[in-house]
């Protein structure tokens, strides 16, 4: 049965066929790997059964369908590779837990492929230590990126890493070396098998999903940024979902060349089958989230690291969701009367183009440093260079810009802020007037850009050499004695001043 062999057993165990596991799990089968395939819901290893023969209808069954956990480890070759995709929480344990009493052995390895808490990782690699070597890798890329390449994040036991290796290198989205661009083969059957593999080892347990979290709250400062331009175009310049549409499919073609914009491009151009409207106007503006991007904030928060865009748009999403109460506010609450003036167009969309691009770089300058801050804090050796690298295709977040930020990390591996890296610098230099005018006229056309203006406050912040945080120290020593330090002693010598009266005026040392 082995595609990889002579063994009549299959090379892997897959547990969890819903979209994202099937489409993965399809992808080691057109790579070359038998796969025994397990579901709790019977129909969905029928279903997965049935589009590996429709797909592959002459060459032999790539898939073994398994009733059990006991037939799953039975139908699969020793040491065992167990892939999971499950949904991320409970389900994660209750597999494993059930694999221990259907007799895994301490040499087998189980890879958690879902978007999975990085903690409960940790924890994980723990808890079966001695049952089975728990591994993580998170994946990227939606449904087709499974099916076709996506971008993997794995993490772990080292060892682990050396028998999964091969398997993601097979499957994981290629980009071509010299030009840092996708190979791209959406044809079924034929998988790239040429360029450099979107996978890295990116460090012990847990790294694997950090890295993927803060890819989502990317992700999601990302699609804000993008959102906010349109709101600009639409209640600014009246420009229809259509128009909008084609000014995002030339923007496609410069600097902010992405999947995301090109799929926003398709989004807004897609006529609504029921009224032949389009129809992004007929779609409810409240915003879902699963979690992940609402993680990135708190990581940020806790680890102390500035990545207001990327908070600020799940804070967008939050507030969104308040539909009834904003409907009701916009009958009572008054905005600027005609402060704007009037406009033109194309300066206006010039504008946005160049503020979204500025935008963007400090969104992925905010999850770079989250990733540095938070790899100190946890003891992980990150190499930005090779994160970079691995989100140049396959994930969500793809983009042309990637490969500079992959050469910015490769020129210089220990670059505080990739604001600070001479290209992006010189970019911003270079486009940041327009940024400021985009802002500028959002503000008096009072059309919120939460995430673009959060942006530009972060940009503002880090190059500010003195901040008013010296008053806040003051404020702050003033009714707590909390102390302050003083630019022109050592900042490890603290200071309190009995504030107040003349005769309480007197600074003293604080040890
Ligand atoms: C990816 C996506 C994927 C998923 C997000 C969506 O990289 O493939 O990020 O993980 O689509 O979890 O998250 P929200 O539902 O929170 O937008």
């Known amino acids: 049965m082995s595609l990889q062999g002579n063994s009549s057993l299959c090379d892997v165990g897959f547990i969890g066929l819903g979209v994202m596991g099937k489409n993965l799990a399809l992808n080691l089968a057109d790579n070359g790997y038998a796969v025994a395939c397990f579901d709790l819901d019977k129909l969905k290893v029928q279903d997965a059964l049935a589009q590996d023969q429709q797909e592959n209808?002459?060459?032999?069954?790539?898939?073994?369908?398994?009733?059990?956990?006991?037939?799953?480890?039975?139908?699969?070759?020793?040491p065992h590779t167990i892939i999971l995709s499950v949904p991320a929480g409970e389900p994660v344990?209750?597999?494993?837990?059930?694999?221990?009493?259907?007799?895994?052995?301490?040499?087998?390895?189980?890879?958690?492929?879902?978007?999975?808490?990085?903690?409960?990782?940790?924890?994980?690699?723990?808890?079966?230590?001695?049952?089975?070597?728990?591994?993580?890798?998170?994946?990227?890329?939606?449904?087709?990126g499974a099916r076709f390449g996506p971008s993997l994040m794995p993490s772990g036991d080292p060892y682990a890493w050396t028998?999964?290796?091969?398997?993601?290198?097979?499957?994981?989205?290629?980009?071509?070396?010299?030009?840092?661009?996708?190979?791209?083969?959406y044809a079924i059957g034929t998988p790239v098998t040429e360029g450099e593999p979107c996978t890295t080892y990116i460090g012990p347990i847990g790294a694997g999903h950090y890295v993927k979290m803060v890819h989502n709250g990317i992700e999601y400062a990302d699609m804000q940024l993008i959102c906010e331009t349109y709101h600009m175009m639409r209640d600014v310049l009246g420009m229809s979902a259509k128009e909008v549409s084609e000014v995002f499919k030339t923007w496609n073609k410069g600097v902010l060349d992405s999947y995301l914009i090109q799929i926003s491009a398709e989004v807004l151009a897609q006529e609504d089958p029921e009224t032949g409207n389009a129809l992004v106007d007929m779609i409810l503006d409240k915003a879902g989230q699963k979690g992940t991007g609402l993680w990135t904030a708190v990581s940020a928060l806790q680890v102390g690291s500035p990545a207001q865009t990327i908070t600020q748009a799940v804070f967008?999403?939050?507030?969104?969701?308040?539909?009834?109460?904003?409907?009701?506010?916009?009958?009572?609450?008054?905005?600027?009367?005609?402060?704007?003036?009037?406009?033109?167009?194309?300066?206006?969309?010039?504008?946005l183009h160049d503020a979204l691009y500025c935008a963007k770089i400090c969104a992925y300058a905010q999850g770079f440093q989250l990733m540095a801050i938070a790899g100190k804090e946890h003891g992980w050796q990150l190499d930005f260079a090779a994160i970079a690298k691995i989100w140049r295709a396959g994930c969500i977040i793809r983009a042309v810009f990637l490969q500079s930020i992959t050469d910015a990390y490769e020129k210089n591996d220990s670059l505080d802020n990739l604001l600070l890296d001479p290209y992006f610098a010189e970019q911003i230099r270079k486009y940041q007037t327009n940024w400021r005018k985009a802002i500028a006229a959002s503000t008096l056309a009072g059309v919120p850009t939460p995430?673009?203006?959060?942006?530009?406050?972060y940009y503002d912040s880090y190059r500010c050499a003195v901040l008013p945080a010296n008053l806040l120290q003051g404020q702050r020593d003033f009714f707590g004695a909390h102390t302050y330090a003083r630019i022109d002693q050592a900042e490890n010598k603290k200071f309190h001043l009995l504030w107040g009266s003349d005769d309480r005026k007197q600074e003293k040392v604080r040890k």
Do not use: M
């Not at 898939?63 to 039975?74: D, I, K, M, P």
């Not at 009572?332 to 033109?344: A, T």
């Open 316 to 351: 967008a999403r939050s507030l969104s969701a308040f539909k009834e109460e904003r409907v009701k506010a916009s009958t009572v609450l008054s905005g600027p009367d005609n402060l704007l003036g009037s406009v033109d167009k194309q300066t206006l969309i010039q504008q």
């Open 163 to 185: 028998r999964i290796e091969p398997l993601w290198n097979a499957i994981a989205a290629k980009v071509e070396p010299s030009t840092g661009k996708p190979i791209e083969n």
């Open 93 to 144: 344990d209750h597999v494993c837990r059930h694999l221990i009493d259907a007799g895994i052995q301490a040499d087998d390895i189980v890879v958690d492929t879902g978007n999975s808490l990085w903690t409960d990782s940790v924890a994980r690699e723990h808890a079966y230590k001695g049952k089975f070597v728990f591994f993580s890798t998170a994946v990227s890329g939606g449904e087709s």
């Open 451 to 457: 995430a673009l203006g959060s942006a530009l406050n």
């Open 57 to 78: 209808p002459d060459g032999p069954a790539r898939f073994v369908g398994c009733n059990s956990y006991t037939e799953l480890l039975a139908k699969v070759k020793a």
